[in-house]
Every structure is written in C-alpha cells, then in structure tokens.
C-alpha cells in the first residue's frame, strides 16, 4: 500500500487555490473579450445599484432624444408647409392687386388662379409626416381639411368659418424631460388658416369681383398673410426649444455614459497583462499538484 507525504489538509489546500486562480483567470478572459468588468450585475458589487440607475436614466435620455427627434421633424414639415402658404397669399394679394384696376382680363384671371390656390391651400393643410397628419389636431389619421362643402359658395370676407375642418381641437405636444413638454402642435382651424380659406374661397366662387370686393378681399388676404407669418414664426420658436431641450438630453446622456463606462469598463491593456500573470500561476500550481499527488512513500524513500 503507498502513502503520500504531503497530507490531505495540504493538498485539499493547494487544490483549492489553484480553483481560486482559475476563476480569477476565467473572470479575467471574461473581461479581456468583453472590456467589462462582469456580465452580470452582481459582479459589481456595491456598485450595482449604481450601474442600474445610469443604465435607467441612459434609457428614459435616448427615449427623450428620439421624441423630440420625431417632433422635430414634424415641426420642420409643418413650418415648411406654412411657408408655402404664405407663398400661396402672397400670390393671392398680388393679383388681387392687378385686378383692382378694374380690367375684366385681370379679374377673370384671379378668380380662376384662386380656385387653383383654394386646393394648393386645402393640401398643404392635409400634409402628412411619418403616415400622420399634420394640421389635425389629434386626430393624425384624419385629413383635416374638406372642401366638397365648403367651396361650394363664395361665403363672405367678415364671418369667419371653419367647416371645412375635420380634425379635433387637441394640441400636439412632446415630453423633451421628466418635468417639461413642449406644444408644438397647429390646427388647420386655427385663425390665421381659415382667414386664409376665407378670402381664396371668396375669390374662387365670385362670379365676378367689384372693387368693393377686391378690397375687402385683399384686406382679409393682408391680414391672413400676417397671421400665417406669426404662426409660422411660433414654429420656429418650437423648433428651437425641441432641439435645445434634445441637446441638454445628448449632453446628459454622454455625461451618463462617460459615468457608466468608468464603473463598467476595464483596462484591457492592464486585463491582459494581469491575466497573463494569473495564467503563469495556475500552470505552475497545476504541475506542483501534479507532482505532490504522485509521490508516494516508497518513491520518497529510494
């Protein structure tokens, strides 16, 4: 029967940290291939709770980011669209003016092109961004302007009407923090787009235009003119505020990352290098094993 010369208690020992140094050495590869410090949260330790609430608040930025990523280019749609209609009214005041020479020919010409200018205003009110439309309120899937009624009768240049809108009263409106929204939203019944309407169908459906009429419709064209302006200007206003509020958002978040990588990330550089040292231990405390558990008395005492 052999013996062994070194004892359980210090083979049971010897064993035991080789094991140590290899689950050292496993973590280390883990990190060296991963450039983090664990997988898991629990290798963090007391920094746990830390790393979940940079990853939470990482998280809710990126959602605010995308928000207001999504509003700002609805607000950039609607704003290009305003300016098309001040286009569209400016072109109205212009050959109203002509006709108010009085010639027939100049006449007949601005009744025809406001017909034309009646549909070009109806759809730059019924654009569409992201399969949604703009100008309706909260009702996005609802074209909000109508005229198979509406342009139907000259109406009048002093009552205001909107029954060509279909949409809702809801103001659109987006979340850029945990404490802010910004409105953004405009709907075609707002005052400076139904003046708009007024005065293009009054010109479209008259079968002629007295001076009386030219002037109270280039009063009223002057005046939507003015307005779409001022709408136009508070989209602007809006815009900057989302895109203000979207940087303070991007400023944060690489604040956040820059926190989360210092508790996650390692150096693999320095990984590497410890690894390499780790690697050395174990394989001379495997061969050590080795040599201990093959001894016995009889190979000690020759």
């Given at each position: 029967m052999t013996m062994r010369v070194a004892t359980f208690a210090l083979s049971g020992k010897m064993i035991a940290d080789a094991l140590r140094i290899q689950s050292k050495t496993a973590d280390l590869q883990l990190q060296e291939s991963s450039g983090v410090k664990s997988e898991t949260l629990a290798g963090y330790g007391a920094d746990a709770q830390h790393v979940v609430n940079l990853q939470v608040g990482l998280t809710r930025a990126q959602s605010y980011i995308d928000a207001a990523t999504l509003a700002g280019g609805k607000v950039q749609a609607m704003y290009s669209a305003v300016g098309s209609m001040t286009d569209v009214m400016t072109q109205l005041r212009s050959q109203l003016s002509a006709a108010s020479t009085g010639s027939a020919t100049e006449t007949t010409s601005v009744i025809s092109s406001a017909q034309d200018m009646l549909k070009s205003m109806a759809s730059l009110l019924n654009t569409q961004y992201d399969g949604q439309y703009l100008f309706s309120g909260g009702k996005t899937d609802t074209a909000p302007v109508d005229l198979s009624s509406y342009a139907s009768g000259a109406g009048s240049t002093t009552v205001a009407d909107t029954s060509y809108y279909a949409?809702?009263?809801?103001?659109?409106?987006?979340?850029?923090?945990?404490?802010?929204?910004?409105?953004?939203?405009?709907?075609?019944?707002?005052?400076?787009?139904?003046?708009?309407?007024?005065?293009?169908?009054?010109?479209?459906?008259?079968?002629?235009?007295?001076?009386?009429?030219?002037?109270?419709?280039?009063?009223?064209?002057?005046?939507?003119?003015?307005?779409?302006?001022?709408?136009?200007?508070?989209?602007?206003?809006?815009?900057?505020?989302?895109?203000?509020?979207?940087?303070?958002?991007?400023?944060?978040?690489?604040?956040?990352?820059?926190?989360?990588?210092?508790?996650?990330?390692?150096?693999?550089?320095?990984?590497?290098?410890?690894?390499?040292?780790?690697?050395?231990?174990?394989?001379?405390?495997?061969?050590?094993?080795?040599?201990?558990?093959s001894l016995n008395l009889s190979n000690y005492l020759k």
């Open positions: 949409g809702d009263d809801q103001v659109a409106a987006v979340r850029v923090s945990t404490d802010r929204t910004v409105s953004y939203g405009v709907t075609a019944d707002n005052s400076a787009f139904e003046q708009a309407m007024r005065a293009l169908r009054f010109v479209a459906n008259s079968g002629s235009l007295s001076s009386s009429d030219i002037s109270s419709a280039l009063d009223l064209a002057g005046t939507a003119l003015d307005s779409i302006a001022a709408v136009q200007e508070k989209l602007s206003n809006n815009a900057s505020a989302i895109q203000d509020a979207s940087t303070r958002q991007s400023d944060y978040k690489s604040f956040t990352e820059t926190l989360a990588s210092d508790l996650t990330s390692v150096d693999v550089a320095a990984v590497t290098a410890q690894l390499s040292t780790y690697q050395s231990q174990l394989t001379a405390s495997y061969s050590a094993i080795g040599k201990i558990l």
